[in-house]
């Protein structure tokens, strides 16, 4: 039996109005072959919130539709399943940066000649509307499910929900007059799925569209309104070919006498040409005698000499011949062999080279996702991960060279190893997203969270909440301030020394400048510290720690020169006060200082520092007098030592090995959690024992 033709007419909200909250696809190939072997493809995703997942709702509906009619190698059932599950591999990256805010819903169609594909994932809803009664897709194919008498509803996760799911594709033939409706989950919700049915049986499509659109906004569906209304019609062509042949039309008798006319001037001309026949004939005779006598002149005239003889064609002169014509034979066929061989060859080199890119693309797929999985393992691998991560970049690497490249793809590839690697790092935010030039220096923190100095942006940050949040709390060129370099803290009070060589408070919504009279005595600040409302700035060029006295940590006294015995030039690294004086030298040295009761300056003290292994060498130390022990920052190393104050030593901490050294770092002991500074990002690690 032949397959009958079919038309559809198409409408959606799409039509009426612009949304955030929703992509629609209507592909209707315009070449016959593409809409005899993958039909038409009628996509719809509802996003959640709007706004911010229209985008990846787009990217995901683009790649489907893609993904379809790309594969050729299999039938209907099977290209459209493996479309959605590519999306869904795709939705799950996405949504996995989104840290699950965002939610995808997905129904989709496809009309082949005479049937009917759909499937669906999420709470997006399928309708098939046929002689006035909705039905909903059955369990299996062929299955048509009544509305009214349906009791369960299959329930499937969202789109991108879990890493790897199989859509179900339901199948069903399909015939003059049915309607096919692809509806959102809120639209269901909000309207019922009758009022979608009688707007399908009352309405053109398009009417249909704006119709369920108006009743949303009166209605107050919260959520996407989203609907396609596929209204299936049989072709005409088919009637065309068998109609009967037109009546015969009645000439007017205007043209009648027109004919008559135009045949007596016909007669007229043919009469001309048979004279002019005869007059050709008649001259023949004299043209004939006047060419003979031309001949005959020609005749008459003297001739060239007569031709030498020439040499007998023997067998060896036809031999040569003979050889000559097959060797210019050969050398053509040569020649063109040779072209052929040169297109085949560049033919087989381009299509290797594409083979090879999507090789590479597809072992580059696979390993980050296999380095995903063993990251959610319990308990993760992450040495594991890391090496599926360099094979991908290496593969990456490989496809980027290929005249093949697709360069987003590859960089939405390239983005997902790095939220992976910073997600194996401990990396709680990457600064570098909100400035330019972010070169972070030095963290402090306190009950308000962490502030942290980026001289390179001109910033001094607060991070803080959870989740993860960021505000700048003094900023280059606001109230004359400068780029902050150092920074210290006073209980609430958040005290940083600017490139300028200001000093800055900032203390709820206010910023003042506390600059001492004679801040000239400082030379090069190293570091700065307050404790007890007493600012210390450590000299690098001098080896001397000046220490300003104040009562109200706003107005400070001259200052004074508080190391008896200054510390050698340009060798002062790091400060830390906690009524003691702790120093840290170039040389990784630790030294500590303390004044006796009757003198006004601090003296060296013993302090050796018993270490368990290796001797690590120190960049920076924190010493709080409300903290049980202090603790020592060595970047070349990696590591983060707690020690007591007698100089024993009780834990190591090991910083990622993959990130660059750290320049700053801050040990809360209360969250068991050591912050550090790599470049542009902020690392937690965990100091729980």
Not at 597 to 619: D, K, L, Q, Y
Request: hydrophobic residues 45%; aromatic residues 6%; charged residues 25%.
């Amino acid at each position: 039996m032949p397959q009958l033709s079919f038309v559809t007419t198409v409408g959606s909200t799409a039509d009426v109005r612009a949304s955030r909250a929703d992509v629609i696809i209507v592909s209707e190939p315009e070449t016959g072959a593409t809409l005899r072997t993958k039909g038409r493809l009628y996509l719809l995703f509802e996003a959640s919130p709007a706004g911010p997942a229209e985008k990846i709702a787009r990217e995901i509906a683009e790649l489907t539709r893609q993904e379809y009619y790309y594969d050729l190698s299999a039938g209907i059932e099977v290209s459209l399943r493996r479309a959605l599950r590519q999306a869904n591999r795709r939705a799950s990256q996405r949504l996995r940066e989104q840290r699950g805010s965002v939610t995808l819903q997905c129904a989709c169609a496809v009309i082949v000649n005479n049937e009917l594909y759909t499937s669906r994932v999420g709470g997006a809803q399928v309708f098939l509307v046929r002689r006035a009664r909705l039905f909903l897709p059955g369990d299996q194919s062929g299955e048509l499910a009544d509305f009214v008498h349906r009791t369960t509803t299959r329930e499937a996760a969202s789109l991108g929900a879990d890493a790897d799911v199989l859509p179900k594709v339901w199948r069903q033939s399909i015939e003059a007059g049915d309607t096919v409706i692809l509806a959102s989950a809120a639209l269901v919700d909000g309207l019922g799925a009758e009022s979608l049915k009688n707007a399908a049986v009352t309405l053109h499509p398009r009417s249909a569209a704006e119709h369920i659109h108006n009743r949303a906004i009166a209605d107050g569906v919260a959520g996407s309104d989203a609907v396609i209304f596929i209204e299936v019609a049989q072709s005409t062509s088919a009637a065309a070919r068998i109609a009967p042949e037109p009546p015969a039309i009645l000439r007017p008798q205007e043209t009648v006498i027109a004919d008559g006319i135009r045949s007596r001037l016909n007669v007229v001309t043919r009469l001309r040409e048979k004279a002019a026949h005869l007059l050709r004939g008649a001259a023949a005779p004299v043209t004939s005698a006047a060419t003979k006598s031309v001949a005959v002149g020609l005749e008459l005239m003297p001739r060239r000499g007569a031709e030498l003889p020439r040499h007998p064609d023997t067998a060896r002169s036809r031999s040569r011949r003979q050889r000559r014509a097959m060797t210019s034979l050969a050398v053509l066929l040569l020649v063109a062999a040779t072209g052929v061989g040169a297109l085949a060859y560049r033919d087989y080199e381009s299509t290797k080279a594409g083979r090879d890119y999507q090789l590479a693309v597809a072992n580059s797929e696979d390993s980050i996702a296999s380095a995903h999985r063993l990251v959610d393992r319990k308990p993760p691998d992450f040495d594991a991960a890391r090496d599926r991560l360099r094979t991908a970049n290496e593969k990456l690497d490989e496809a980027a060279k290929s005249p093949f490249a697709d360069t987003e793809h590859i960089a939405a590839l390239r983005a997902d190893i790095a939220a992976l690697s910073d997600r194996m790092d401990g990396v709680i935010l990457d600064l570098a997203r909100f400035g330019t030039g972010t070169k972070l220096a030095q963290v402090v923190g306190n009950v308000n969270g962490l502030y942290v100095t980026d001289p390179g942006a001109g910033q001094l940050w607060r991070v803080f909440g959870d989740p993860i949040q960021q505000g700048p709390v003094l900023q280059r060129g606001v109230k004359e301030v400068g780029s902050p370099v150092l920074v210290a803290l006073e209980d609430l009070a958040v005290y940083s020394l600017d490139d300028a060589g200001k000093l800055w408070r900032a203390e709820g919504d206010q910023v003042i400048d506390v600059t001492p009279a004679d801040r000239d005595k400082w030379k090069t600040p190293a570091s700065i510290a307050l404790f007890a409302g007493n600012l210390y700035a450590l000299d690098a060029e001098t080896g001397q720690l000046w220490k300003h006295e104040s009562n109200d940590g706003a107005h400070f006294a001259p200052a004074i020169g508080y190391l008896s015995t200054p510390l050698a030039p340009n060798t002062a690294r790091a400060l830390a006060v906690d009524g003691d004086v702790w120093i840290v030298t170039s040389a990784g040295d630790v030294q500590r200082f303390r004044r006796n009761a009757f003198v006004t300056t601090a003296a060296r003290i013993e302090f050796v520092p018993r270490w368990e292994g290796s001797a690590p060498r120190a960049n920076a130390i924190q010493a709080i007098d409300v903290q049980r022990s202090i603790y020592v920052l060595d970047s070349v190393g990696k590591l983060i030592v707690q020690m007591t104050r007698d100089g024993r030593e009780l834990a190591r901490f090991a910083l990622p090995p993959g990130l660059p050294p750290a320049s700053g770092f801050y040990v809360s002991e209360s969250l068991q959690v050591a912050y550090t500074l790599h470049g542009t990002k902020i690392v937690a690690t965990s100091t729980a024992r």
